[in-house]
Nanobody, 126 residues
Framework: QVQLVESGGGLVQAGGSLRLSCAAS?????????LGWFRQAPGKEREFVAG?????????SYADSVKGRFTISRDNVKKTVYLKMNSLKPEDTAVYYC?????????????????WGQGTQVSVSS
């Protein structure tokens, strides 16, 4: 059974940094999957944050709200995808989820994704 497990969330002050990790286990051929990070703030719909394409991960994409502050990367040996978040703002507060689907590039549409993690809470204080 495939599992995605996020970690690295926590409480940080505005302007601070966090690095989220999402480790895959089970039968997932990790390198052949595009990976995405999504987030859901209280009372809001889940939204796309960042995505990275399969294999080398040369194709990346970001929501406008995080462009220039967040960086997505992957390590296929460790079967892990990362989200480095810098210059955090209170509006970045949300539960962050990683997700996987078999595609060249990560889709911003959550219904395209086949596997989801359980989420990790990120809270940014002002």
């Amino acid at each position: 059974q495939v599992q995605l497990v996020e970690s690295g969330g926590g409480l940080v002050q505005a302007g601070g940094s966090l690095r989220l990790s999402c480790a895959a286990s089970g039968g997932l051929m990790f390198s052949s999957y595009a990976l995405g990070w999504f987030r859901q703030a209280p009372g809001k719909e889940r939204e796309f944050v960042a995505g990275i394409g399969w294999y080398s991960g040369s194709i990346t994409s970001y929501a406008d709200s995080v462009k220039g502050r967040f960086t997505i990367s992957r390590d296929n040996v460790k079967k892990t995808v990362y989200l480095k978040m810098n210059s955090l703002k209170p509006e970045d507060t949300a539960v962050y989820y990683c997700a996987a689907h078999r595609a060249l590039a990560a889709s911003p549409k959550e219904y395209e994704y086949e596997q989801w993690g359980q989420g990790t809470q990120v809270s940014v204080s002002s």
